[in-house]
């Protein structure tokens, strides 16, 4: 398996997030139900077991991932859209730092594009033999890291970055 070490990155942009997404608690979202953590989130980067106490965001272009409650309000405004919906618009201090996934970037980490390439991350997939959880990079997606730096990253497809992230 290919894992890139984003700590090795040397030439990060900042960027900030520039598009509002919707939101829904999980627990509002399966009503309670306990069977919640049975389900699996399929995700542009991967499959990810559900997480009870997490948040489904769908951006705009209908693509979904989750995020912990206490993340999201650190980055967006949350308004009530519909019942238990909300609008998340980013805050203006929401930066990130980013980079391209390029065929240089792959060559510098000495990488076949024709395998399998992750990053860790805080939300993902298990990978049998490997701890933590993985996310799928392909080329031209961006990998995202949070700031301020809290181990918090994740895979962007090019796109999606494109459309809803914009340079500081």
Same mark, same amino acid.
Not at 147 to 156: C, K, N, R
């Given at each position: 398996m290919q894992i890139i070490d984003t700590s090795l990155i040397l030439?990060? @942009? @900042?960027? @900030?997030? @520039?598009?509002p997404m919707r939101v829904i608690s999980m627990a509002d979202l399966f009503q309670g139900n306990p069977v919640m953590s049975q389900f699996k989130l399929t995700t542009i980067e991967g499959d990810e077991q559900v997480d009870p106490q997490a948040w489904l965001c769908q951006g705009e272009s209908g693509d979904v991932w989750q995020q912990k409650y206490t993340k999201l309000v650190q980055k967006y405004e949350?308004?009530?859209v519909g019942i238990n919906w909300y609008s998340a618009f980013p805050k203006p201090d929401n930066k990130v730092k980013a980079v391209q996934l390029t065929n240089d970037l792959i060559e510098l980490f000495e990488l076949d594009i024709e395998k399998p390439v992750f990053i860790r991350g805080n939300y993902g997939e298990p990978i049998l033999g490997y701890d933590?959880?993985?996310?799928?990079? $392909?080329?031209?997606?961006w990998i995202v890291v949070r700031?301020?730096?809290?181990?918090?990253?994740?895979? $962007?497809q090019d796109k999606l970055f494109i459309n809803t992230y914009s340079p500081v």
């Open positions: 030439h990060f @942009t @900042t960027y @900030t997030k @520039t598009k949350l308004y009530p933590g959880l993985y996310q799928r990079a $392909v080329l031209n997606s700031l301020p730096e809290d181990g918090d990253q994740w895979i $962007v």
